[in-house]
């Protein structure tokens, strides 16, 4: 669902700058289609067959090496903000950072993008001029509940929506009714605040941050990595939602990666 993927929608202009001057790689798939598993492979590089975390009562084995703790051992700065849940320390994703800051902008925050980029950039103002620093920021934004603040919210809306936002499971009745088919004007009602939720990240994270990134000299000389965890299901293969299945729209991701020094 973004521009620089041939996505119909004017959904990601700072994400389509990012990746003018990036490798953007089109054939990436996520190792799993929800929040958890996903996370530890791409902050371990395992499958989930060598990491054995498949379940929300599981966690990391504290013997794994983790990107932030392979960066420390460099002598590099490890930070992370990330909006909680399956992305909590509990589960393990905190080895290895000098610190880890969970719940700015958590999954129901209609503004958790917003919230990110704020303690982000307060970060670097205070941490990043003297160290090699890893700074890994997550967000729950473009992900059930569709909910953004306005002008976003209603960017793409069809005139007649009949919702201005959803909690699209609690909607449906929950997770035994993820299969339950809705009328193609609530799918469309749907995807469309889906993009919202990406236009709002791209505006309120993206754009600031490569800014801040840009003022404060670091832009052109740090390794800069977008991508996401898993997709989302709008009826593509009747369900909803991710984490059931192991379609395009679940597991096909971005992968945008802006090398040091590399403008084109």
Not at 186 to 214: C, F, V, W
Request: aromatic share 14%; charged share 20%; proline share 5%.
């Amino acid at each position: 669902h973004l521009r620089c993927y041939c996505y119909y929608r004017e959904t990601s202009p700072n994400i389509d700058a990012l990746a003018s001057d990036s490798a953007l790689f089109t054939n990436v798939y996520a190792s799993s289609p929800w929040t958890l598993p996903s996370h530890v492979a791409m902050l371990t590089s395992l499958h989930g067959v060598h990491h054995q975390v498949y379940h929300d009562n599981e966690k990391m084995d504290p013997a794994l090496l983790t990107l932030a703790e392979a960066l420390r051992q460099n002598h590099y700065f490890c930070s992370a903000f990330v909006g909680g849940g399956f992305v909590s320390g509990a589960y393990g994703f905190s080895k290895g950072f000098d610190s880890y800051r969970e719940g700015d902008g958590g999954v129901f925050s209609q503004n958790a993008a917003e919230i990110l980029y704020t303690v982000a950039a307060e970060w670097l103002d205070q941490n990043a001029r003297d160290k090699n620093f890893f700074l890994f920021l997550h967000t729950y934004q473009p992900h059930d509940p569709y909910a953004c603040p306005e002008p976003y919210r209603s960017m793409f809306l069809a005139e007649n929506a009949p919702w201005r936002h959803v909690n699209l499971l609690g909607h449906l009745g929950g997770r035994p009714n993820i299969f339950r088919a809705l009328s193609e004007e609530e799918r469309q009602n749907a995807i469309s605040l889906y993009d919202s939720e990406i236009r709002y990240t791209d505006e309120k994270l993206i754009g600031p941050l490569l800014r801040k990134l840009k003022e404060m000299g670091f832009y052109d000389k740090t390794l800069i990595v977008l991508t996401s965890d898993h997709g989302e299901e709008f009826y593509d293969h009747s369900s909803w939602g991710h984490g059931h299945q192991l379609y395009d729209e679940s597991l096909k991701v971005p992968l945008i990666i802006k090398f040091p020094g590399s403008r084109y």
